[in-house]
């Protein structure tokens, strides 16, 4: 256990983890991050998933921003690290036969399963009060909805669909093929980082990541980069911190994101028939290139929430926890609605 000032960094070992698919994960670690503790009444429990390539402490800024909902102490709030992101079990942290290459595809809805068995074995079986999330973490946030019906009282979805629809999927396969392309990926045998390879996957990422404006209108100056080619640098230089065989992993698991339509590609005949019960926002963000507030919408309808479009030129950046000051507050001010409505 690590702590930092008032938060705690965890493992929970889930054993020998059954998958959707039906093979098994083994010797499963999740890792997760608390902050607060839980309650007499076990009504203040808070889960925030993580996103794409994001590590636990990431998504403690929206805990830690000034005037948060969720930093005063009354609520009890856990950050579960996606499994195949390099702190739960992953690629690059397993050994022995499911080591690299060979890790099992983990579903968005075996991540939720596994976080469950987390409260279950560690807070009481407590319902959350809230889920809430941002990109892969809001798909994670309404597969709990949809999963735990009767035990999530809100859900909070930022820059998130149901589904990963098609021209997400495009995209996706698109940065995967620049990484794999690199001859030294060796079909993910690699021993050295596939530099050449990482940096195609970020550079092409990049251009995904913000909208049209934002690059038109040099908003990358408002992050502090004085220029495009800085502003690639910056993602090359974290990507070749990352390991290509994780990256893959938790794409794979975005990709298999099928909450609208477990059962097949197609859409479904009857998409009310997966309405939620608990009160909920998805809030896409209004330039988002991959989670588009199209698609946003019709989830949305689908599932019975409010599609609250977030207003912003960041692309799907402006969901990021803490990346912004004015969309972090809108978003926050969201949790704080929610929260208040499941008192």
């Not at 702190?87 to 036969?97: C, H, I, L, W, Y």
């Not at 021209?167 to 690699?190: I, K, P």
């Not at 550079?203 to 800085?230: I, M």
């Amino acid at each position: 256990m690590k702590n930092n000032e008032n938060w705690q960094e965890l493992a929970f070992h889930l054993g020998d983890f059954v998958l959707g698919s039906g093979h098994v994960l083994r010797g499963a670690i999740l890792r997760y991050h608390q902050f607060g503790a839980l309650n007499a009444p076990k009504d203040n429990l808070v889960l925030l998933p993580t996103y794409y390539g994001g590590v636990g402490a990431s998504n403690r800024a929206w805990v830690d921003a000034p005037n948060s909902p969720l930093g005063a102490g009354d609520y009890c709030v856990i950050i579960p690290c996606l499994l195949g992101a390099g702190e739960s079990s992953s690629p690059s942290n397993t050994r022995g036969a499911q080591a690299g290459p060979h890790f099992p595809l983990v579903s968005i809805a075996d991540n939720v399963r596994a976080q469950h068995q987390l409260l279950a074995a560690r807070f009481a079986a407590a319902h959350p009060r809230l889920v809430m999330g941002w990109s892969m973490g809001g798909i994670q946030s309404l597969q709990w909805a949809y999963d735990y019906p009767r035990e999530v009282g809100s859900v909070l979805a930022i820059c998130a669909t149901a589904n990963c629809h098609p021209h997400n999927q495009v995209f996706l396969q698109g940065v995967a093929s620049a990484l794999t392309a690199d001859a030294a990926f060796a079909g993910g045998h690699y021993r050295e980082p596939p530099i050449r390879g990482l940096s195609a996957f970020a550079t092409v990422y990049a251009g995904w990541a913000y909208s049209q404006a934002f690059f038109r209108n040099g908003l990358y100056r408002q992050l502090g980069f004085t220029s495009v080619e800085a502003l690639l640098q910056f993602w090359i230089e974290d990507h070749l911190n990352q390991d290509a065989n994780n990256l893959l992993a938790q794409l794979r698991t975005w990709q298999s994101a099928n909450l609208l339509d477990p059962d097949s590609k197609g859409a479904t005949a009857d998409r009310t028939a997966h309405r939620v019960q608990c009160p909920g926002i998805l809030m896409p963000s209004s330039t988002d290139l991959y989670f588009t507030a199209v698609d946003a919408a019709r989830d949305a309808a689908a599932l019975g929430l409010e599609c609250r479009v977030l207003n912003s030129d960041f692309g799907h950046v402006a969901g990021g926890p803490g990346r912004l000051p004015g969309e972090t507050a809108t978003i926050l001010a969201a949790a704080a609605e929610l929260l208040e409505a499941t008192a």
